[in-house]
């Protein structure tokens, strides 16, 4: 899997978004996207794929491959690991925590109580967006708690393998960064409901937007969890949002192959 280049964190300090990045999205999505785009978390170019998708038509003769080979590439990569810094932190949460209040307001409804980030990479997701959730508005989330899981049980001290809050009767979303295969996160929904906790929501930071498998008329992921748990599933971004920036950002080349990408293997939910 390609890696993106390491930065100068001095480099990383956002700066105003261009305006070709704020056209049509919410401010936070735009300013998420930008923070993305700063610190190479989301990049775009060929990056070789582990779940074997042909992406590629043609083989780069240019650069010694035959026409005989198959190889399986994506047009883009994000990278949630690169997540690291205080800023680029700051930026998911938030993102995080305005696509909850969006879901919030348009249904009045939905409520929860617990946070649960999943171990590891949920960890930070999950406490982070608890404290902006707060900041933006403390009489309604000051109450919200974070809870994550240890992957080796404890059997000393307080013991068990849940960290933060206690999760049985609560209501509960699970935050992590994406879903491609579903594979962690039936994991996540097999603790919570170990744990006596009740499922209402998900949340990531980008729905790919592609199928699972190699059905032509395939679901996707997301989708699956959404009619097997029935709970809504919320990205801060998704793969149209993607191919919008780079046609705001005058990337033709790069957005048509979004665009085929999302042709040929796209999800039919």
């Known amino acids: 899997m390609a890696s993106a280049q390491e930065e100068d964190p001095d480099s990383l300090i956002p700066q105003e978004p261009t305006p070709a990045s704020t056209t049509t999205l919410p401010p936070y999505k735009s300013a998420f996207l930008q923070s993305c ?9 060929t990056y070789t794929l ?14 010694g491959e035959t026409e005989s080979e198959t190889f399986y590439r994506s047009p883009y990569f994000f990278n ?3 997540f690291h810094l ?5 930026s998911i949460s938030t993102a995080y925590a305005h696509t909850l209040l969006a ?15 999943p171990a590891y990479k949920g960890i930070p997701l999950a406490t982070a967006t608890v404290d902006k959730l707060a900041e933006i508005d403390e009489k309604r989330f000051g109450g919200v708690g ?33 879903i491609t295969a579903g594979t962690a996160m039936r994991e996540a929904i ?22 699972m498998g190699d059905e032509v008329h395939g679901g996707s992921a997301i989708g699956e969890v959404r009619r097997k748990y029935g709970v809504p599933v919320l990205s801060i971004i998704d793969l149209d949002d993607l191919i919008g920036v780079l046609g705001g950002l005058g990337d033709e080349r790069d957005m048509e192959k979004l665009r085929d990408y999302k042709r040929r293997y796209g999800a039919s939910d």
Do not use: C
Request: charged residues 25%.
């Open 146 to 178: 974070y809870s994550f899981n240890r992957k080796e049980v404890k059997d000393h001290g307080e013991g068990g393998s849940i960290v933060g809050a206690p999760l049985k009767g609560k209501r509960v979303v699970i935050i992590d960064d994406v």
């Open 103 to 117: 879901h919030l307001d348009a249904h009045p409804e939905f409520h929860f109580d617990i946070l649960f980030g």
């Open 86 to 90: 205080a800023f680029l932190l700051r």
């Open 37 to 45: 785009l700063q610190a190479n978390v989301l990049t775009f170019g």
């Open 50 to 63: 582990k779940s074997g998708r042909q992406y590629v038509q043609t083989p780069d003769l240019t650069n």
């Open 80 to 82: 949630a690991g690169l």
């Open 190 to 211: 097999g603790i919570l409901e170990r744990e006596g906790a009740v499922l209402v929501g998900v949340i990531v930071a980008l729905d790919r937007m592609e199928r």
